[in-house]
């Protein structure tokens, strides 16, 4: 079978070239104006750290900043964690009655908009007289995030050798350690980019945010929203280049963490 080899032209490069400026100009374009020392975003004042100074001495901003790292954070996790069995529910339990209500009730958050999640969360929350802030946005951020790990790691279970699991269950394992010792290995890294797209999903929400919050309790996003209707501050770029950097670094650890769990796992699975 013979294998097209497809040449990169000049028309190819300059089409890249537009789709990675497209995507990245503009916050390549904040992070530098994050150091600008003018008080007018548009205006070029030369280098400066004032705004990060700015940033913080911002008490409100810093708790805000908190509060969207903590509800991401736990979240997350939890969103991974419930996720994470649900993938191996579907992806295992082909047969099970009901299998394609779950899955539709699951995957339903995917297609629905953020304005009647957010709106029908908070109408439980009243309903059950749950007083609002950081645990009615962190369980409505699971719910959220939660079909996202699904997709993710059932994904990887798809196409996972499921012999390297019943290899282990004849050795003398039951169905959950031969679990834990072949095939959890194998899908941490389909775990690991589960948790960290549901962190970031987290870190970006506004809509389902502001139902679920209450006094006291403001996300990040949230308080940059209330900033910017009064107009851009330097300040803002300064936070949002920490929000980029913080990312970058979460995504560079978490991928040497999952092809090093992977790694060891591949070299345990003939064992």
Known sequence: ???????LTRFNMTSLALGLAFLYLPIVILVIYSFNASRLVTVWGGWSLRWYREFFNDRAMLDAAWMSLSVGAVSATLATLLGTLAAVGLARGERFRGRALFSGMLYSPLVMPEVI????????????NAERGFWTVTIAHTTLTMCFVTVVV?????VLDRSLEEAAM???????RAFLLVTLPLIVPAIVAGWMLAFTLSLD???????TTGPGSATLPIRIYSEVR???????NAICT???ALIAVIIVVASFASKLSSA???SAAPL
């Open 264 to 266: 060891r796992g591949e």
């Open 170 to 176: 004849d050795l003398g394992c039951d169905p959950v």
């Open 242 to 244: 920490l929000v980029i």
């Open 154 to 158: 059932q994904s990887r279970l798809t």
């Open 230 to 236: 009064l107009g851009v501050k330097p300040e803002i």
């Open 117 to 128: 999640s957010g709106l029908s969360l908070l109408l439980l929350f009243v309903a059950l």
């Open 1 to 7: 079978m013979a294998h097209t080899v497809t040449r």
């Open 205 to 211: 929400d506004v809509v389902i945010a502001s139902f």
